[in-house]
């Protein structure tokens, strides 16, 4: 089992920055390749950004390409998700997701799909104010 904890949303200005973190715990974080995913109210629960087990490989939706960043630290067993130039349409509940990536490969096609990912944190608010 693992858990899995999002901090660092809030309510930011159009334009602003937040890093949201992700702490795990239960199991060897390495093994585990994270996702992030959002959902806004009224909307089906969307790919942000994926990360390999060991942080060589990044995944992002196109919807956030250059102005999001993912990045783990394994000896903290933490993810992070570094978010600039935020716009009203990013605001939505963020969700780390886990799943254990030993055996299988962890790729864009398998990153995106929430399907993948065994573990979820219980999510933390992002509001972009315009």
């Known amino acids: 089992q693992v858990q899995l904890v999002e901090s660092g949303g809030g309510l930011v200005q159009s334009g602003g920055s937040l890093r949201l973190s992700c702490a795990a715990s239960?199991?060897?974080?390495?093994?585990?390749?994270m996702g992030w995913f959002r959902q806004a109210p009224g909307k089906e629960r969307e790919f942000v950004a994926g990360?390999?087990?060991?942080?060589?490989?990044?995944y992002y939706a196109d919807s956030v390409k250059g102005r999001f960043t993912t990045s783990r630290d394994n000896a903290k067993n933490t993810v992070y998700l570094q978010m600039n130039s935020l716009k009203p349409e990013d605001t939505a509940a963020y969700y780390c997701?886990?799943?254990?990536?030993?055996?299988?490969?962890?790729?864009?096609?398998?990153?995106?799909?929430?399907?993948?990912?065994?573990?979820w944190g219980q999510g933390t608010q992002v509001t972009v104010s315009s």
């Open positions: 239960g199991r060897t974080f390495s093994n585990y390749a």
């Open positions: 997701a886990a799943v254990d990536s030993r055996f299988t490969n962890f790729d864009y096609t398998k990153a995106r799909n929430l399907r993948t990912y065994k573990y």
């Open positions: 990360i390999s087990r060991n942080g060589g490989n990044e």
